[in-house]
């Protein structure tokens, strides 16, 4: 029982007191918000390694599912990754003048001998020569192309490497530089150079140009060297004659191992953020069973993302699965 003339207590908090609770939510309230951010900068990595392995898996299964070529391009610089089908139009083993598709070859000078890249090779020598396919009357280079050659040069002289007649070709120069030049439907003739490349001379080396239709890049052993975007469509001529040489620059030694891909349907994943792909710029490649390229490849190739939360490497097997 209260007594007359107690003093009832308070039912109220101090000033101080409301400061200090206030004082250990903000608290709290940072402390959450810096794991929350923590959380969201890991995600953001994890989130890019995932599509990245996804894109792979997606990459070999288009080449089982199709019976043909399929890619992924890298390019760090360019913090993007590329994946695309590729439908074979022509291949050229160069065992002789017959070809797996893509009908025969009309060599001009040369002779098929046994000391290839791959058992045979057809051999200009120091004298020069070139080598035309009939028309490929299937391909269109508008929807993007891949098409590659394995080359031994022998001499310091300007050699025509590859030239799809109306659309493009790939130059070497006698310094051991490249040009790709590239006739658009609309605009100027555009240029692609790489001139301090110094390629050596009798080794055997993959040169390449490769198109997703906005772009265009100059490939070395599978590692893009130089590139430009395109303005407008590649400029097309129904039937056009793909060439390796040229009257007017024949090639002065070796090739082997012609191909032509049309790339079908692409997919590209920009990196966002802070999530950076490490290494050089490079093509990762599966046959038509969704093995990594035997004719690219030696051994298993590593993908690597530099995040926030730290390293994710995947690794893509020979065999083409990817972890």
Not at 30 to 46: A, E, P, T
Not at 86 to 111: I, K, M, N, Y
Not at 170 to 187: C, M, S, V
Not at 272 to 294: E, T, Y
């Amino acid at each position: 029982m209260r007594r007359t003339g107690d003093v009832e207590p308070s039912q109220g908090v101090t000033l101080l007191e409301l400061l200090v609770v206030l004082g250990m939510i903000s608290v709290l309230l940072g402390l959450g918000l810096g794991v929350f951010g923590s959380l969201d900068r890991n995600l953001q990595g994890r989130v890019a390694a995932e599509r990245v392995k996804s894109m792979v898996r997606r990459a070999r299964n288009t080449a089982v599912r199709t019976g043909s070529e399929a890619w992924l391009l890298l390019e760090p610089e360019k913090r993007r990754v590329t994946g695309a089908g590729a439908a074979v139009v022509g291949q050229w083993h160069l065992e002789d003048a017959t070809s797996v598709r893509g009908g025969p070859l009309f060599p001009s000078g040369g002779e098929f001998r046994d000391d290839g890249r791959f058992g045979r090779c057809l051999d200009f020598g120091d004298g020069g020569g070139f080598v035309q396919t009939e028309g490929q009357a299937s391909f269109d280079p508008r929807q993007g192309f891949l098409v590659e050659v394995y080359l031994l040069a022998t001499s310091r002289r300007a050699m025509t490497v590859l030239e799809l007649g109306g659309s493009y070709s790939l130059l070497l120069d006698d310094r051991g530089g490249l040009r790709a030049e590239i006739r658009q439907k609309e605009g100027p003739v555009v240029g692609v150079d790489s001139p301090d490349l110094g390629l050596p001379l009798h080794r055997w080396i993959r040169l390449g140009l490769l198109s997703d239709a906005r772009r265009v890049s100059v490939l070395v052993d599978g590692v893009e060297v130089a590139s430009s975007s395109l303005e407008s469509p590649i400029a097309f001529a129904p039937g056009a004659v793909l060439a390796v040489g040229s009257g007017a620059a024949p090639i002065r030694g070796r090739v082997d191992e012609l191909r032509l891909f049309s790339l079908g349907s692409r997919e590209v994943f920009e990196l966002k953020g802070d999530v950076q792909l490490l290494g050089a710029s490079r093509l990762i490649a599966f046959d038509r069973g969704g093995k990594l390229s035997q004719a690219r490849h030696s051994g298993p190739e590593t993908i690597q993302l530099d995040t926030p939360g730290g390293m994710e490497t995947l690794e893509v097997g020979l065999l083409g699965s990817v972890r």
